[in-house]
């Protein structure tokens, strides 16, 4: 599976997943940095990009952390 193959290679070095989903309008970003992994939806968008409105503030508001 995809998130697992991801998980894993995050192991091994940082990691960073940009994506959008079929029943969001939101930006998420994934990353893992150091093994610890991080949540956080950036931004809402237009499911064809059409328009963009930047949530994240560069300081992780919004994240989960595991």
């Not at 991801?6 to 994934?30: A, C, S, T």
Request: proline share 2%; aromatic share 10%.
């Amino acid at each position: 599976m995809l998130l697992e193959q991801l998980r894993e290679i995050g192991r091994q070095r940082d990691l960073f997943h940009v994506y959008n989903n079929m029943w969001d309008p939101k930006l998420h970003l994934d990353s893992m940095i150091n093994g610890r992994e991080c949540r956080q939806i950036v931004a809402e968008t237009d499911g064809h990009a059409r328009w963009f409105r930047w949530e994240a503030d560069g300081c992780g508001r919004g994240e989960t952390m595991r």
